[in-house]
């Protein structure tokens, strides 16, 4: 019989520390059969727009997703079946023709900012991880990344973040705290939380 796939949904804010905690569990089971799948890299083929038209695109809004396809993959890899995840490319706001191949695994990590807002994903999922950081944090925290590794001005990033993110934020994300197991203060220096949770995995691995 096979062995039940773990499947982990980790949320919270842009620039929370949703990717630092799932780096901490991912970590901790190098000798498990662990892999991350990213949200992000689910955002819908915009092939068939212009290119003013992409740039356009809202990527903080629950339609930007195919989370059809998401949830399709999730339950093949459950089933022990192997995907083809798609690569988004940013430089063209639209899927690239390339995928990736994924093999199925003891546990999937899921990570993204609205992964625990559509009820059928929230469904296949064993542990749901909301990272909660603080606004101030959360901005300052996207300016520096912003400016560092994808060359943005000071001024568009505030810009994006006052009209879209922070207000999509609120109306999308915040609100799915409330479908959470577990609520991580701090994100990854929260090393209690951490411990509680590799913990709570280990239990279910061993089983």
């Known amino acids: 019989m096979q062995k039940k796939t773990i499947i982990i949904g980790v949320t919270g804010g842009s620039g929370g520390g949703k990717t630092s905690v799932s780096h901490a569990i991912l970590e901790n089971f190098s000798d498990a059969k662990v892999a991350m799948i990213q949200h992000d890299s689910y955002y819908k083929d915009q092939s ?27 339950s093949a890899l459950a089933d022990g079946q192997s995907v083809d995840i798609p690569i988004y490319d940013y430089t063209q706001h639209t899927r690239s023709q390339e995928t990736y191949r994924q093999e199925p695994q003891d546990v999937f990590i899921v990570e993204g900012i609205l992964v625990l807002e559509d009820k059928r994903l929230r469904d296949l999922m064993d542990i749901k991880l909301f990272v909660d950081t603080d606004d101030d944090i959360r901005i300052i925290r996207r300016i520096k990344r912003d400016m560092q590794e994808r060359g943005r001005s000071l001024d568009s990033i505030i810009e994006q973040y006052t009209s879209v993110v922070k207000p999509m934020y609120h109306q999308f994300i915040e609100p799915t705290k409330r479908y959470a197991d577990i609520v991580i203060p701090e994100g990854v220096s929260n090393l209690v939380a951490i411990d509680v949770i590799n913990t709570k995995i280990a239990s279910i691995l061993a089983d």
Do not use: S
């Open 48 to 74: 068939h727009l212009t290119f003013e038209e992409r740039i356009k695109t809202n990527y903080d809004h629950p339609l930007a997703f195919d989370t059809d396809l998401l949830i399709e993959h999730l």
